[in-house]
T-cell receptor, first 112, second 114 residues
């Protein structure tokens, strides 16, 4: 079945850039998403990218997609303490199930 | 407009009891999803409703789990004879049925089975 993998933890200093990486196995993925989860809260959709794109920028967020290697990354510029959270990548395949397959999340810690 | 709402926000139940969790999707969203999130883990798909089509139940972990949806509105997830391993946060999401199929999540119901 489909699988999505992420590193567990990333620590950066305030003002630096953060890069969170994700790999997936489903070659039929059409859309890939990034969600943010703060402690005790639900998931907040940050951004998405369509599989025929290789980059998408949205204010401080840049998403890069390497479809050949099935690698997705989320770059957060000028990281702030308010960006501390768990970040999930998720993919939506083109066949069968319409639900998302999620990675296990990357905990981003921003040090002042 | 209003987002996805879920109730209750917390539920503590004794092993063996039945529980019902409720989800109110965003108005106009035809697709509704239930996921389960165990502590420190990612989300695990449970069930998907799309309009009047038969639901995709392929993620339900056992026949103790069932869900219903009334038209394109409220959904209820029922867990019968709860077990301790059912303890988790149950998240509901809804989306339109057109690209980019963005799923918007509710705050979740934290279920604790003692």
């Amino acid at each position: 079945g489909e699988d999505v993998e992420q590193s567990l933890f990333l620590s950066v200093r305030e003002g630096d850039s953060s890069v969170i990486n994700c790999t997936y196995t489903d070659s039929s993925s059409t859309y890939l998403y990034w969600y943010k989860q703060e402690p005790g809260a639900g998931l907040q959709l940050l951004t998405y990218i369509f599989s025929n794109m290789d980059m998408k920028q949205d204010q401080r967020l840049t998403v890069l997609l390497n479809k050949k290697d099935k690698h997705l990354s989320l770059r957060i510029a000028d990281t702030q303490t308010g960006d501390s959270a768990i970040y999930f990548c998720a993919e939506r395949g083109d066949t069968g199930r319409r639900a998302l397959t999620f990675g296990s999340g990357t905990r981003l810690q921003v040090q002042p | 407009g209003a987002g996805v709402s879920q109730s209750p926000s917390n539920k503590v139940t004794e092993k063996g009891k039945d529980v019902e969790l409720r989800c109110d999707p965003i108005s106009g969203h035809t697709a509704l999803y239930w996921y389960r999130q165990r502590l420190g883990q990612g989300l695990e798909f449970l069930i998907y409703f799309q309009g009047n089509s038969a639901p995709d139940k392929s993620g339900l972990p056992s026949d103790r789990f069932s869900a219903e949806r009334t038209g394109e509105s409220v959904s209820t997830l029922t867990i019968q004879r709860t077990q301790q391993e059912d303890s988790a946060v149950y998240l509901c999401a809804s989306s339109l049925s057109s690209p980019p199929y963005e799923q918007y999540f509710g705050p979740g119901t934290r279920l604790t089975v003692t």
